[in-house]
């Protein structure tokens, strides 16, 4: 199994609602990221994590709260979001030690 | 991690190698060249990666310059699926910040 799958793929939320996005892989890597990816534009680096902690936080605003609650799984809480924060969200995962990256198809975000 | 400059576009013709163009005057000796792609609303996939030596893999080929300043990705016989923006990455093998440029966008035609 080499996919790493990500729910909804489509999600439509108001400023004041509180939703999650989902990512699991079953590849046994250690190493989960979070990307979002406006249109056109290169996907953007928010969050990683190696082995269920937090390594890096790209100074993302706390409206995003990331949560790893085990090695397989990922969570994207979204709380009080803007209509700019709208895009396609990506989740990845890889092995340590390794820059090859496995996407999901991600979860795209309509804030209205 | 040091920066990459990507062509924006590039067109190729269906059946012919297609060539990459990166620079990276700025890598460091403990810094890999990652190649991703990402077709039209796919999450991106990873292709090859290298840090001195040519590599070659089922996807593509890099060669990457003696001085390691600049490589190119080759892919040896372009299909329509190849459309889609290429990402030159450089980055230190471990994990943390790949981080993504804007790319190129190649399109393959008939």
């Known amino acids: 199994d080499t996919e790493v799958t990500q729910t909804p793929k489509h999600l439509v939320m108001g400023m004041t609602n509180k939703k999650s996005l989902k990512c699991e892989q079953h590849?046994?890597?250690?190493?989960m990221y979070w990307y979002k990816q406006k249109a056109k534009k290169p996907p953007e680096l928010m969050f990683v994590?190696?082995?269920?902690?937090?390594?890096i936080n790209e100074s993302v605003p706390s409206r995003f709260s990331p949560e790893c609650p085990n090695s397989s799984l990922l969570n994207l809480h979204l709380h009080a979001l803007q209509p700019e924060d709208s895009a396609l969200y990506l989740c990845?995962?890889?092995?340590?030690?390794?820059?090859?990256?496995?996407f999901g198809e991600g979860s795209r975000l309509t804030v209205l | 991690d040091a920066k990459t400059t990507q062509p924006p576009s590039m067109d190729c013709a269906e059946g012919r190698a297609a060539n990459l163009p990166c620079n990276h005057s700025t890598i460091s000796g403990n810094e890999y060249v990652y190649w991703y792609r990402q077709i039209h609303s796919q999450g991106p996939q990873y292709i090859i990666h290298g840090l001195k030596n040519n590599e070659t893999n089922e996807m593509a080929s890099l060669i990457i310059t003696e001085d390691r300043k600049s490589s190119t990705l080759i892919l040896p016989h372009a299909t329509l699926r190849d459309t889609a923006v290429y990402y030159c990455?450089?980055?230190?093998?471990?994990?943390?910040?790949?981080?993504f440029g804007a790319g190129t966008q190649v399109v393959v035609t008939p």
């Open positions: 994590y190696s082995y269920e902690k937090l390594s």
């Open positions: 990455i450089v980055v230190t093998d471990s994990w943390g910040k790949l981080q």
């Open positions: 990845a995962s890889s092995q340590e030690g390794t820059g090859e990256l496995f």
């Open positions: 590849m046994g890597h250690r190493a």
